[in-house]
């Protein structure tokens, strides 16, 4: 199978159902951007951490579950796999179980820290977009609320290990400063 296909050469791309959409429609804007996710999470394995790396390994394949429902018009089709209240859970869980190993938070932190931490904190500003996009296309698109609740948690749950690897290589985390 050739990886290149030509179909897209003219703006248009494929959705899961075989319909067509421009490039710039905001379903593929909130797909492409849950892609951006996925590509950012990938980087960072491994981490140097198993127990991050497991759940970066389940958050990827979570986001590929998000994709297939983004590229699927018809938010009740059976045949796309669908984000489940089952996945924000498991994120939270996850949280839980992280924010046991670092101090309370009781001021905002500057995103950086060690290599994997910033790009920890990086994912998260790209799950960020991600989840605005989703918003966008579900101000006109119906979509499984799931989906944006998914990606508002995951966000959290990337913030929250940029946080965890910080604290193991201590690395301190900076206040801003308002002056």
Known sequence: MKIYTGRGDEGMTDLRD?????KTSPRIEAYGTVDEVNCAVGVLRPSGYDDVDEQLRRIQNHLHVVQAELATPDADDEDTPHVREKHVEQLEAMMDGFDDE??????????GGSE???KLHQARAICRRAERRTVALAADNPINEAVVTYLNRLSDALFTLARVVNQREGVTEDAPEYD
């Open 102 to 111: 670092l101090d309370p938070l009781d001021h905002f932190i500057l995103p």
């Open 116 to 118: 994997v931490g910033a």
């Open 18 to 22: 075989m319909s067509r959409v421009s």
